[in-house]
């Protein structure tokens, strides 16, 4: 079955080191999104890449998608306290359907 | 951005009550939205896609008859978590998307329902 997978599971950084999560899907998604869910809240969405290949960034957040749009980055570059939280990555294998998450990736740092 | 909003926050039911669980659309029409739980540290598993005027499409492993899904107008849609158990305890979350936002899909999330059964 469709299935996104995504590491690593847990990350602890000092503030200030950068940040990768990474997913993986096991068939070609239509786009693939992004969130963050901080600690007691709900998701938060912060990006969709639709493009192969395509690059976009947010501050210090760098997202990518996969030539063969099967897989994703988040890259986060001098990690702050307010990075804080749980990224998942959820990929749509059609265009305005269901959509798949990620296992998540928990971001803790050290101040 | 949109809003979504869901009611109640938080619930807490014996076991074999019945919890109906009211997702709202706040600022524009849905007509899909989808129903998530999410156990303590876990993801959000895709329980079931609500369709307005039709019926909900169940993901595998959930029991269509135990959480009874109602999509009754464009901005409003209902999980009834029947005859509740200690397992089905757990962090629901409701979600919509716009339609017509065909070059960016965004969907918004709801703030979540968190049962705990006794």
């Known amino acids: 079955g469709q299935q996104v997978m995504q590491i690593p599971q847990y990350q602890h950084v000092q503030e200030g080191e950068d940040f990768t999560t990474y997913c993986n899907s096991s068939t070609t998604l239509s786009n693939i999104q992004w969130y963050k869910q901080r600690p007691g809240g709900h998701p938060v969405f912060l990006i969709q890449l639709v493009k192969s290949g395509e690059v976009k960034k947010q501050k210090r957040l760098t997202f990518q998608f996969g030539e063969a749009k099967k897989n994703s980055s988040l890259h986060i570059t001098a990690t702050q306290t307010t990075d804080v939280g749980t990224y998942f990555c959820a990929g749509e294998y059609s265009s305005a359907s269901k959509i798949i998450f990620g296992s998540g990736t928990r971001l803790s740092i050290r101040p | 951005g949109a809003v979504v909003s869901q009611h109640p926050s938080w619930v807490i039911c014996k076991s074999g009550t019945s919890v109906k669980i009211e997702c709202r659309s706040l600022?524009?029409?849905?007509?899909?939205m989808f129903w998530y739980r999410q156990f303590p540290k876990q993801s959000l598993m895709l329980m079931a896609t609500?369709?307005?005027?039709?019926?909900?499409?169940?993901e595998q492993g959930v029991e269509k008859d135990k959480f009874l899904i109602n999509h009754a107008s464009l901005t409003l849609s209902t999980l009834t978590v029947t005859s509740a158990h200690p397992e089905d305890s757990s962090f629901y979350i409701c979600?919509?998307?716009?339609?017509?936002?065909?070059?960016?899909?965004?969907?918004?999330f709801g703030p979540g329902t968190r049962l705990t059964v006794l």
């Open positions: 600022d524009f029409q849905a007509t899909t």
């Open positions: 609500s369709n307005e005027g039709s019926k909900a499409t169940y």
């Open positions: 979600s919509a998307y716009e339609e017509g936002r065909a070059n960016v899909f965004e969907q918004f």
